[in-house]
């Protein structure tokens, strides 16, 4: 090399540097001022962002709502969001980055992966993640950390009280069978759900249930017609189906053509709220779903109602699902715990959200200090087609009390559960 | 013949470009906060993904769609080997590096031994997506949720050791085994084996005619490149302390190809100066949801339609345009 080219490499290699180091978002220093950060990690592309615009848009009103109101101990709060894709390592790239530009308080989440990947990241950089609808029980149990917390419905909970509605409304239906998908929020559902079945089908009807296998359904894929055909080989009175977002619309949809769910008495869906129903209006097969939130149930809850006109304001939907609701109830519990522990550093965060009663849209709710579990009532409604403007209505519902349903703590232990 | 700058020239000046490389990567946890160390250290491993997709397409002419299946193999035999079977860190990653090297052995003696050119990509990518399947309906390996929660254990030698879980001390062992995976690639590229290679990729024939032993050679080199890859994986699995489906899915393999591309194929340190671009293009465009992938798309094509030598090559014609130019570089042909 001659001396003037090593002159040239020099000279662009120092204004590489210099033009690198001047990169907005190099956030050399740790400590946070200005507004309050809270990161928000949630899908915002794929599949899941159906779910992920939901708990975006609840955050951000939480987060109008706390500023308008003179913010948290007089700062505003700021969100810095992120895609994570419903991906863990995206999730767990974005989350780093927080971290590592001093952002310890974080919301999101809706995949169980995702969730059970953050854990040692939030435990080694010393955050606190709030999940907005992630069904992985092991948080609260053989993967239990303090630095993570659900302040929405508890997956035990959810699928036992899905489970004792089944043997209340239909003691006629016992032989069950799944659509799970094949990754660790459809298999933990899936063994919730059969666990309260073998529960309170024998206590409240006197019979036992026939669980048949259920049907697996491959994950990232868009063509379901396999597994459906397999369905359709098995001889089941009931369904529950554990596919959700995007995911659960295509299956849906697919499920339509061969006339799959028409072949249920009863057909109980784990957790999509009203997306399935919107996607296929007055094409919907009657089904029961879970709701974290439902508003017109709700009404007369102030904070409830200023929330749907918020949502309305914002989004021109009147009907906010309940990843919205989570996501909005996760600021108000961040909020809350620091104000009560006057700072934003982790371990008062943490020590204060652990047995916060807080007030939220669906109610006074209380955050267990053994696992970090909110206490929640479990919405459930029957959804059926019909000639309105939205394509289906509200035919029930039911609100079934946490406290009944909810497994006793016991973190670091496995939970164990009945199998057929 | 006009040699091309991949040749083993140069040796002094590229080990003078490690060593400010190593300098800089082991200055990053001073400058640089704990989010942007770890895209560093995802850099260092991009990098020799990069580059030993390089020894095989720029070197020898050999393109493999499927590189991610070898990736795969080396975090995931990694995660296995520290978090299942509570093996130490050096023994878990020589054996990831041997399991992408017997990996690529296998695959490379049926597929080149059947195809060349294109159909040997395909083939490699068919390969890639069974080994994606595999993985994503495997108990053992988690299915599709992946291993999560990965240690990163404690690094010892004989009497010394190194707690890897501590502060960014991962970063530092990810450098320095990066560092030494460049210089091992740089010096198969420098040596007989090396310039038989590229005598391969400017024709085969003729190659073959001087002795050299060609589909031999292309075994050995696509072995050496599963092996090397596989030992870049192995660093991921403790860095992201999770391994899932994805690190095999096709999309995977794209991501060398595209280091390559962007940097310049025909030159050593195309990949690495590729991976080093892509991710900053990633990290600038991350708050963009929903255009970040248009944009990195739309700038890829910008480079392949405007910069087909990559940015290298641009680098090298505003060089060289003062002067005779002495080595004019060859793009490979796969």
Redesign the interface.
Known sequence: MNPANRRDILKYGAAAAASTLSLPGLNLAHAQAGPLKIGLITPLSGPQEFIGSYVKNGAEIAVDQINKAGGIQGRQVALEIRDDKANPAAALAAARELLGAGINLHTGGISSAVVLALIPVMQQENGVFMTCGAGTEKMNHENYSPNLFRPGDAPDARGRAQARLMAEKYPQITRWTGLIPDHEYGRTMWSIFVDGLLEFYPALTGKKPEILDPILLPYGVSDYRNSITQALRQQADGVYNATYGGDAITMFQQARGFGLMQRYKVVCDAANEFLVARGMKQQLPPHWTGMHYYAEANKGNAMSDRFVADYLAKTKDPEPLGWAAEAHASIYALAKAIEKGKSTDTKSVIANLKGLTWDTVTGSRTLRAEDNQAIKDVELVYIEPAATDKGYRVAQYQKVEGKSVLLPASPGKKLVLRTA | MQASLFVGS?LR?DLLILL?LAA?GLLVPH?????????AG?VWINAVFGLSFNLLFGTSGVLSFGQAMFYAAGAYATAVFTQQLGWPLVPSLLIAAIAGGLLAGCIGFVALRRSEGVYFSILTLAFAELVHLLV?NTGFLG????L??LPRPRFSLGGWGWDL?RGDTFYYFIVLVSVALIALLRWVTGTGFGRALQAIRQDPERAEFLGIPVQRHRWMVFTLAGATTAAAGSLVAPW???V?P?LAHWSQSTNPILYTLLGGSAYFWGPVLGAIALS?VF??T??L??LS?LVTGLLLLLVVLALPGGMLGV?SRW?TRSRPAHHKPQEPRP
């Not at chain 2, 400058?31 to 895209?39: A, D, E, K, M």
């Open positions: 140069h000046r400010a800089v400058l640089l906060n704990r989010g942007l160390i770890f895209i995802m994503a299915k599709n949720d992946g999560s929660a879980s992201a302390q999770i899932t994805e900053t990290y600038v991350r708050t949801v929903g992938d680098l060089t």
